[in-house]
Structure formats: structure tokens, C-alpha cells
């Protein structure tokens, strides 16, 4: 153990080093100095460089949320709101399959990232983070998942379309949530390289589908009460 100098590299080992323990153990069962050991640090440098623990996890999960947002604009998954308003269905289409693309390659890849298990722990054994994690990630991800439901499904009400957009996020999450099962049903040693383009393809075909048919419900109800 050892007080690093300034610069030397320090702070990005403490933040890859937290990353890890807090994916493998979550919040609560990390501790300062656990962190610390890994990243071959004093304790007295990781207080230095990001103060107490709570202050490091909230920088993990910013870093993953940036992570996540560069993958989306790199894989195509996400457009600004004023641009997504004036796609035709085709592309709305092509942008909801990228979008999932990208969140599967990040929660199973393979490898599987970090945020996934990162996620998985803080909905099991939620911390003080949890609101920064709903105003930060959550709620920007899903009001724009619910903007491409809408603009694909313009018939749908608020709530219909707040529980399609869940559905499809909730599909790509299984298969993170359920991976030791899913696998050891499948007797694979991990997700194959295009399981996760076919699964996209499949969760938006799947969840159109779903869409249209929630679609003509309300539509015939609505006709019902003429």
C-alpha cells in the first residue's frame, strides 16, 4: 500500500477498481478500503481523490450513464426529441432496433458490462443513490423510449404507452437478470456473438406486434362508448 503521487494515475484506478467491487458485491458490501486495496492506494488518497464512498459510487454511475449515452449515439439508438418527432415509421423502426442493439451488447454482450450488474444490484438492494439513478438514467432513457412508442403507436394513451416502452426495455433486461439460469438451460458458458442482433430483431418485431394489438383495443373501446 501505498500514497500516490498527484497525476500518476490514481484517481481512474480508485474509479476502475470501484467499478468492480461494486458490480461484483454492490453498494452496501463494499467498503472504502476495499476499494482502496484494489486500486493499490491508501485510504487517505481515495478520500483525497473522491471523498467518502457514496461520493465514488455516484461517480461509477455517472461514468456508466456517459458510457451508455456514447454507445447509444455511436449504435445509432438514439436521435434528439425534435428529430425522433419527424421520423417516417421505417426509420422510428430502425431506431427502436438499434436502440436495444446497443442496451443488449451492454447488459450480455458478450462480455456482459459492468452497468448491468451495477443496475441488478441497486434494484435488488437499492442505496441513497437511487434517487439520482431515476432522475440521471432512468427517467431520460425511458421518456425516450416512450416518445418512439408514441410516434409508433400514435393512437396509445400515457399510460399505454409508458407500459409499452417498460415492456420492451424489460425484455432486454431479462436476459442480464436471468443469465446464470438462461445460460445453464441453454448449457452455454456465455451469450453467442449474434445472439444478442437476433434477440433485438426479435423483442421489436415481438413488441410491435404487442403495440398494434394494444392499439386496436383502445380503438375499439373507444368506438364502444359512441
Not at 459492468?114 to 439520482?132: I, Y
Amino acid at each position: 500500500m501505498f500514497m500516490a503521487a498527484p497525476n500518476d494515475g490514481t484517481r481512474e484506478r480508485l474509479l476502475a477498481a470501484a467499478s468492480e467491487l461494486f458490480a461484483e458485491r454492490g453498494f452496501r458490501a463494499t467498503t472504502a478500503r476495499d476499494i482502496a486495496a484494489r486500486a493499490r492506494v491508501n485510504l487517505a488518497a481515495a478520500h483525497y481523490h473522491y471523498g467518502s464512498k457514496k461520493d465514488l459510487y455516484l461517480e461509477v454511475l455517472r461514468a456508466q450513464f456517459a458510457t451508455i449515452r456514447t454507445a447509444l449515439t455511436r449504435g445509432g439508438g438514439t436521435r434528439p426529441a425534435a428529430e425522433i418527432d419527424r421520423l417516417r415509421r421505417g426509420e422510428l423502426v430502425e431506431l427502436l432496433l438499434a436502440r436495444v442493439q446497443v442496451m443488449l451488447d451492454m447488459l450480455i454482450g458478450p462480455p456482459p458490462g459492468l452497468h448491468g450488474a451495477l443496475l441488478q444490484r441497486e434494484m435488488t438492494d437499492p442505496s441513497r443513490a437511487m434517487a439520482v439513478i431515476v432522475a440521471d438514467f432512468i427517467d431520460p432513457m425511458t421518456r425516450e423510449t416512450e416518445q418512439i412508442v408514441s410516434r409508433l403507436a400514435p393512437d396509445l394513451g400515457p399510460q399505454d404507452v409508458e407500459r409499452c416502452a417498460l415492456s420492451v426495455v424489460s425484455q432486454a433486461a431479462f436476459y442480464r437478470l436471468a443469465m446464470p439460469a438462461f445460460l445453464h438451460r441453454k448449457r452455454w458458458k456465455a451469450y453467442p456473438k449474434r445472439f444478442g442482433r437476433e434477440l433485438a430483431a426479435h423483442i421489436v418485431e415481438f413488441s410491435l406486434g404487442g403495440m398494434e394489438r394494444v392499439e386496436a383495443k383502445r380503438g375499439r373501446r373507444a368506438c364502444a362508448r359512441r
